[in-house]
């Protein structure tokens, strides 16, 4: 709706409106609010954001009003209920989607819903396509997590009573004496900075009491949970019935279109799913996929078991990093700081990824100030090796150390008492090698000492060449002359273009003159360790003449059997459990699934070849995973879980029975009917001692019938015609970051139990998502839960602010003024809607619900008309919407919502705007209108749902929008959409020479109203000058389509144009025209170099002739046609400088 005003104040309203939305809110004020559902508890406000509220309260509360009582609807109608077709009944199309479930400790945030929406999106869009679409969702709770933070719950209570008094929150007399110090100075205006605008941080108190610890009470409290139900929180169970239905009822407050009969828990508590997993890993047995032994394994000393990705706090996808550790053994006699070894033999233990490089070995590097130990082992007879403690904390649980889990040094020392030790060091050529100082050497890395190759690793050479030119520190840490400076790298490997000498070759070319040069050093070191791997060739040893890739494994294993080296691994970075333990990598006996065997692994890549993965990069990723992960320990003795059924003392970890549930939605409602827990049978009757394997293979691997099962064969049939019908998965939609485990195990699984026909179609993954520009975080108060992103910008608001976020691979951005204005939007759109239906006379009971919910300064009336929409703007209107019916069905087709959300909203909107402008004086055909509103709301149900909904409802259609089906788009007159296009940007430069004129009219003093023109001429151009011809024609010779590029570079274009008679004389005009034209092509492609428009400018000019005079408010405007750009001056003005028609840029003229 809009006042009626002149049309300069007209257009200020469209711009205002376009951009802002704010007008309506000035005009149209609902009659009520309404707040929606509380939260976990009265004051349980859960998450902060760094941006304002929404300025538009009334219409949030107005917006949330309608999608609390549709969603009552959508749920009395069971809307999003869906089954597999009856006997007999033809099956129509499916779409099943799912969502990795999440984990059950608190309440979901919107980064979780970021991706929910995602399948939430796909699956609405499929709907409207005319499939049955499936959207199932369930609650995990597998690992150790959840068990972790009771447990240690428990032990808050007992320590601090309840509710618990932390050491945190008591205040000593000190204390107490500081704080009112503090008031005292902040009340006589004090700075309490030693400098004016110098902030000095202090450390926090509580974090200096607690050491960091972070007390699950208050993370309990930060979740929203009332303090007097916290204590039930200590036993694990209590978890999986708390947080579950808050997951549910914040989803169903968003709209999100789930089948809730179908929802479930997992670990044993749940009979029916823990009855699943058992014959899943039966199954997994069976074929052999399933093995025991000793492996590498992230490990947590403290709770004495392996931990996996789920379990951590820290780490995530973090796996062991195995090094060969090179034995270099101290020459006796022993110096005065290893007087304590005497009687053993020692050695100095550098942890290596390069063993074919041993060859070249100069001297071994320490840390000056770093702290080592000396750990006996158990190898022959009591080795001892010289490393850090962090180091011998790993090797520890590894047999290496002499008793397992213990590390008791005989001798400690720094780094600067081993500076100098004589060291025998295996395959070098130099019989005596000494240990030198290095100021990068990491102690979180390895095991703190390092063997020097400086023939092949920039590093190394560039650190001993300090040594070698600079006697000070040399001196500095008493090291030496002959520990140095004989020593040169050895040639032993050759690569091509780097030579023999590949770090010094490096080093010279990069002019690096300092081991300081980090970055540059990182750069050299990429050169020399890829080149060398892949096109080296070993010039030294028994494998002299074998290529580098080939020679390295066997050059280890000869290390490693010869008793010169073993194998060693830790973390590849920090892994922190849940329980705050830093982890080790340790040699476990446990269940592994045998992920990365060959057969295995071709099987799953064949797999994926098969499957639609929607970008290149996360098929990229697949790939890679693919080829990177190995067994995978499926077992764990701590945590909530299932119990592996042929060794009940072992749980199965949470990654691993999370890789095929997705088949058990199939059968869940009719197994638990909505019962979470599975507590009690189903719809069925059937108990969960009669989901033996058997039937649970019969149902999903077409095994043999089990004719000795209870279970009646009726129920059987039920149960295997819903999963025949929707299985396989149609996409699994998740965040990019469980590529690497969970997504790729999902695939390894399937392919292993389930035939061809069933392996996954298809996943989507995404990035993560920001707020505002910054990282998600609740400590730095830039976070918001679902709940209160719901209650805060609606649910359509937030809605659309996802959709708007972003679609690829790189981290999403979920802006708060996006779903702020979408309120706006929405509301603007909706009380239109309103008008425009009434003035149809079209009357209903939802459209007098609206109507009574809202007062409306009546302003302009909406202007209809019956009949043929004929006229040059209805044709225009017509395929603008059938071009965004075509365009948005394209970007629901590949997943593309941000695209969806820009056809099928904003440029829908911008152009019904247009038509409205267009026709403010004949009126807008009431038919084409009315279409425009049924299509966009169908375009936009899978975004913004309840609003589509509400439109839907005001238009007086039967049944719900959700069911509706897709506009079938008609043609689009592409001829007519350009000539609009031209009459728009026309208009648009007419009114902005315009505002020159009138600026330059009125002078820089004047502060009065604007001059106003009384009389203007257009000049248009059939051809251009002859000059441009040229120019344009050798331009579109250059052009390539594919690349939006020229063939041709700048300078050549201009030596070209120079040599030419015809462009030579206007070779500085031409350079400018040709700097245009290639911005216009990489726009509109070939259509930059057209010479001649499709239609007749002239005829389109005059044809819409009241509306330019109406829309730049000058009573007359005369239409001249010109030749070759030769403009002659208008009568009673003066010809704008540089103002040349050419065909398509037509020029603009106020004679006054």
Request: proline share 6%; aromatic share 10%.
């Amino acid at each position: 709706h809009r006042p009626t005003v002149n049309m300069k104040s007209h257009l200020l309203w469209y711009l205002i409106n376009y951009y802002l939305g704010t007008l309506t809110s000035l005009l149209v004020r609902p009659t009520e609010g309404h707040q929606g559902g509380k939260g976990m508890s009265e004051s349980s406000s859960s998450s902060s954001s760094s941006a304002a509220a929404p300025a538009a309260t009334g219409k949030r509360a107005f917006l949330r009003k309608i999608e609390v009582a549709i969603q009552k609807e959508w749920e009395d109608n069971k809307v999003f209920e869906e089954n597999a077709p009856a006997p007999g009944e033809e099956a129509p199309p499916k779409y099943f989607a799912t969502f990795p479930y999440p984990y059950m400790n608190g309440r979901l945030h919107l980064g979780h819903t970021f991706t929910v929406s995602k399948a939430d999106f796909a699956t609405g869009y499929q709907r409207l396509r005319g499939k049955r679409a499936l959207f199932p969702f369930g609650f995990h709770c597998t690992g150790m997590p959840i068990k972790a933070a009771s447990d240690k719950l428990k032990l808050e209570i007992q320590n601090y009573g309840v509710p618990p008094v932390f050491p945190e929150d008591t205040k000593t007399a000190e204390e107490l004496a500081e704080e009112a110090r503090e008031k005292e100075e902040a009340q006589k205006g004090k700075a309490s900075e030693v400098e004016v605008g110098v902030f000095k941080s202090k450390k926090s108190k509580v974090a200096a009491k607690t050491g960091g610890i972070v007390r699950n009470w208050r993370i309990l409290q930060s979740n929203g949970v009332p303090d007097d139900l916290i204590p039930h929180f200590a036993e694990s169970e209590y978890w999986l019935s708390y947080f579950p239905p808050y997951c549910k009822t914040d989803l169903q407050s968003m709209g999100a279109g789930i089948d809730w009969r179908r929802s479930f828990i997992t670990t044993d508590k749940n009979p029916y799913y823990d009855a699943f997993v058992r014959w899943q890993f039966e199954k997994l047995l069976a074929a052999d996929k399933v093995k025991f032994g000793k492996r590498h394994t992230v490990f947590s000393p403290f709770d004495g078991q392996p931990c996996m990705d789920h379990d951590r706090a820290d780490g995530e996808g973090v796996g062991p990093q195995e090094y060969t550790l090179v034995k270099m053994q101290v020459q006796e006699p022993f110096p005065t700081a290893l007087a304590a070894l005497a009687g053993h033999h020692v050695y100095l233990v550098a942890g290596t990824l390069r063993p074919e490089t041993m060859y070249g070995q100069t001297n071994c590097w320490v840390l000056p100030e770093g702290r080592y130990g000396a750990y006996e082992s158990r190898f022959n007879n009591g080795e001892v090796f010289i490393c850090t403690e962090r180091c011998a904390r790993n090797m520890a649980f590894q047999e290496i150390t002499k008793e397992d889990g213990k590390f008791p040094p005989i001798a400690t020392f720094s780094g600067q008492d081993l500076i100098g030790l004589p060291l025998s060091a295996p395959l070098t050529s130099y019989k005596t090698v000494y240990v030198l100082p290095m100021l990068t050497v990491s102690e979180e890395k390895g095991t703190g000492i390092v063997t020097s190759v400086p023939s092949d690793s920039p590093a190394d050479f560039r650190a001993l060449q300090d040594l070698k030119e600079k006697a000070p520190l040399r001196a500095k840490f008493q090291v030496k002359d002959e520990w140095v400076l004989p020593f040169e790298p050895v040639p032993i490997i050759n690569i091509p273009g780097l030579g023999n000498l590949s770090a010094p070759q490096t080093c010279a070319d990069l002019k690096i003159k300092s081991q300081n040069d980090a970055k540059l050093l990182d750069q050299a070191k990429d050169i020399c360790y890829t080149k060398g791997f892949y096109e080296g060739e070993m010039i030294v040893g028994p494998l002299k003449g074998t290529k580098v890739k080939d020679a390295k494994d066997m050059i280890r294993h000869e290390l490693i059997t010869s008793g010169q080296a073993f194998v060693y691994a830790e973390p590849a970075d920090k892994v922190v459990s849940r329980s705050g333990d830093i982890c080790v990598i340790a040699l476990v006996d446990q269940w592994y699934l045998n992920y990365g065997e060959p057969v295995w692994r071709a099987q799953a890549e064949e797999c994926l070849k098969g499957m639609e993965t929607y970008t290149q990069e996360t098929r990229d990723q697949f790939e890679i995973a693919l080829k990177n992960i190995h067994q995978w320990a499926c077992s764990r003795t701590y945590g909530l879980g299932t119990r592996i059924p042929w060794a009940q003392e072992y749980l199965v970890e949470s990654l691993s029975d999370s890789t095929i549930y997705m088949a058990y939605y199939a059968v869940a409602h009719l197994l638990q009917g909505g019962v979470i827990d599975g507590s009690q049978p189903g719809p069925l009757g059937i108990t969960p001692e009669q989901m033996t394997s058997p039937v649970w293979e019969w149902l999903f691997c077409n095994g043999a019938y089990p004719a000795d099962s209870a279970i009646p064969r009726a129920s059987l049939e039920k149960m295997k015609q819903e999963f025949e019908y929707w299985y396989p998965v149609d996409v699994r939609v998740s965040g990019r970051d469980l590529i690497q485990n969970h997504l790729t195990f999902w695939i390894y699984n399937h392919v292993a139990l389930f035939g061809k026909d069933k392996h996954p179609k298809g996943v989507r993954t995404n990035g993560f998502m920001l707020l505002n520009s910054r990282k998600m975080s609740k400590k730095d108060g830039n976070f918001v839960t679902l709940h209160d992103g719901v209650e805060k910008y609606s649910a359509d608001g937030m809605r659309f602010a996802l959709a708007n976020a972003g679609d690829g691979l790189e981290d999403a951005n979920f802006e708060e003024s996006v779903a702020d204005n979408a309120i706006l939007r929405l509301h603007t759109q909706m009380i239109w809607t309103l008008e425009v239906i009434q003035a149809s006379g079209v009357k209903n009971a939802a459209t007098e619900a609206i109507a009574a919910a809202v007062t409306i300064i009546k302003g302009e009336q909406i202007n209809l008309v019956e009949g043929p929409a004929d006229t040059f703007h209805d044709r225009v209107f017509e395929s603008e919407i059938n071009k965004a019916i075509k365009l948005t069905e394209e970007a629901y087709e590949h997943t593309q919502f941000r695209d969806a959300l820009k056809s099928g909203f904003f440029d829908f909107q911008n152009a019904r705007d247009h038509y409205r402008t267009v026709t403010e004086g004949a009126g807008m055909n009431k038919g084409l209108i009315l279409r425009f509103i049924e299509v966009q709301a169908i375009l936009i149900t899978p975004i913004c749902p309840h609003f589509a909904e509400q439109v839907w409802k005001m238009l007086g259609k039967s049944g719900s929008v959700l069911h509706a089906r897709w506009p079938v788009a008609g043609p689009v007159d592409e001829l007519a959409l350009r000539e609009s296009e031209y009459l728009k940007d026309s208009v648009y430069n007419f009114r902005t020479k315009l505002g020159v004129w009138q600026k330059a009219k009125a002078g820089k003093k004047s502060t009065g109203p604007p001059p106003k023109a009384t009389e203007a001429t257009i000049n248009v151009s059939t051809s251009f000058p002859e000059w441009q011809r040229v120019t344009l024609d050798y331009l579109n010779e250059q052009y390539d389509e594919g690349s939006r590029d020229f063939r041709a570079s700048t300078a050549e274009m201009r030596d070209v144009f120079a040599k030419n008679p015809v462009t030579a004389p206007k070779i500085t005009d031409i350079m400018s025209f040709v700097q245009f034209t290639k911005k216009d092509a990489q726009l509109r492609g070939h259509r930059a170099f057209e010479q001649r428009m499709p239609f007749d400018e002239q005829a389109l000019l005059q044809s819409n002739i009241d509306y330019i005079t109406r829309t730049l408010e000058i009573a007359h405007i005369a239409v001249n046609i010109i030749d070759h750009g030769a403009a002659p001056a208008p009568a009673g003005g003066k010809q704008q400088q540089g103002a040349v028609a050419v065909p398509g840029k037509p020029t603009f003229n106020v004679v006054n």
